[in-house]
């Protein structure tokens, strides 16, 4: 049983679309993460929220934390094939991180 | 080096044999983690070590499976009697916690993992 659930797990869209991927839990969490993995490479962090009900932007991705601090979103506007690879969550508790399934996203040209 | 190094970076192996995964992590990084991801999939949590603290080991698979952090430095991942079910990649990870009421916030930094095949 995954402690996050993420969806979709696969997105496909063409170049300059927008989308919204999103992070789920029963669990409350301290603090929420949001990674990208490329192929043969470490998930590398884009982001941390804290608060809830809290809004990051990252030029074009935009991360929300929920005001219960169970769930999280990220958006992503006028995607670009540089957007493409693996999206994943990780929440933090108990002093360990615990990640999704993770979304994986390909942006075609 | 700067980042977190894992070796070997590939690994095969035959079905019943054993094999040792290792980690060093960013100097200075109190927290050390091992993640498994199979082919396509998501991240699976095998083990967390943070400073001289007891291991959390509620993510190893079975007693096939066990880890060392020696002198809260580097980290070894041994699986024994290896089964074609244990093909995947071993991820690891290190961090400085940055605890907010009870929390870690830190940033985990990995490794380019290390691919087990088991034929």
């Known amino acids: 049983t995954q402690l996050l659930e993420q969806s979709p797990q696969f997105l496909s869209i063409q170049e300059g679309e927008n989308l919204t991927v999103y992070c789920n839990s029963s669990?409350?969490?301290?603090?929420l993460q949001w990674y990208r993995q490329e192929p043969g490479e470490g998930p590398v962090l884009l982001v941390t929220?804290?608060?809830?009900?809290e809004v990051k932007k990252l030029k074009r991705l935009t991360f929300q934390f929920g005001d219960a601090r169970k769930d999280s979103s990220l958006h992503i506007t006028a995607a670009q094939p540089g957007d493409t690879g693996l999206y994943l969550c990780?929440?933090?508790?108990?002093?360990?991180?615990?990640f999704g399934a993770g979304t994986r996203l390909t942006v075609k040209p | 080096g700067a980042g977190v190094s894992q070796s070997p970076s590939n690994k095969v192996t035959e079905k019943g044999k054993d094999v040792e995964l290792r980690c060093d992590p960013i100097s200075g990084h109190t927290a050390l983690y091992w993640y498994r991801q199979s082919l396509g999939q998501g991240l699976e949590f095998l083990i967390y070590?943070?400073?001289?603290?007891?291991?959390?080991k509620s993510g190893l698979p079975s007693d096939r499976f066990s880890a060392e952090r020696t002198g809260g430095s580097v980290s070894t991942l041994t699986i024994q009697r290896t089964q074609q079910e244990d093909s995947a990649v071993y991820l690891c990870a290190s961090s400085l916690i940055k605890t907010l009421a009870g929390g870690p916030t830190g940033e985990l930094f990995f490794g380019e993992g290390s691919r087990l095949t088991v034929l």
């Open positions: 669990s409350v969490f301290s603090s």
């Open positions: 990780a929440g933090g508790g108990n002093n360990d991180m615990r």
């Open positions: 929220v804290v608060t809830g009900g």
């Open positions: 070590f943070q400073g001289n603290s007891a291991p959390d």
